[in-house]
Every structure is written in C-alpha cells, then in structure tokens.
C-alpha cells in the first residue's frame, strides 16, 4: 500500500495549485480528507502564519499562501 502524503502537504500543495481559494473549494480540491481535517488544519496554519485566511465581501474564507509585502526587505546588487 502505498503512503499518503501528509495532511499539511496535500492542502499546502491545493493552496499553492489554486492560487487561493475559499475554504470549500479547498476541501473539494482534497476528496481523500473530511471537511473537518481540512478546516483542523488550516486553523492550525494560519495561526502559524503559513497561510493567509481572509473573509470576502461575499461572506466565504478566502485561503491563500502569504505574499511578500512591500515592507520586506530586497536587496538588488548592481555590478
């Protein structure tokens, strides 16, 4: 029998396939898990700052990778 992935990779990889997604589209993207596991564990995510949770106008949570805010710091190195 072959190994699954775990959780946190398979709904790590559907964010990051989806570009961001609502939380239904999510648990869609990832049949092999409950509602639930998914919900657990973007929960857990999120307060680790590894996703980003928002809510839409339309009322659904939105989850997406955080993006590089413009007050992080690049460095570009003329010749």
Not at 38 to 67: H, K, N, W
Request: proline fraction near 5%.
């Amino acid at each position: 029998m072959a190994s699954q992935a775990p959780v946190t990779d398979r709904i790590l990889g559907a964010v990051r396939h989806t570009h961001g997604c609502d939380l239904d589209t999510l648990a869609e993207s990832v049949p092999e898990l409950t509602w639930n596991q998914v919900f657990l564990e973007i929960d857990r995510l999120s307060r680790q700052g590894e996703i980003l949770v928002t809510c839409s106008a339309g009322g659904r949570y939105m989850i997406q990778l955080p993006e590089h805010t413009k007050d992080s710091t690049t460095h570009n190195i003329l010749p």
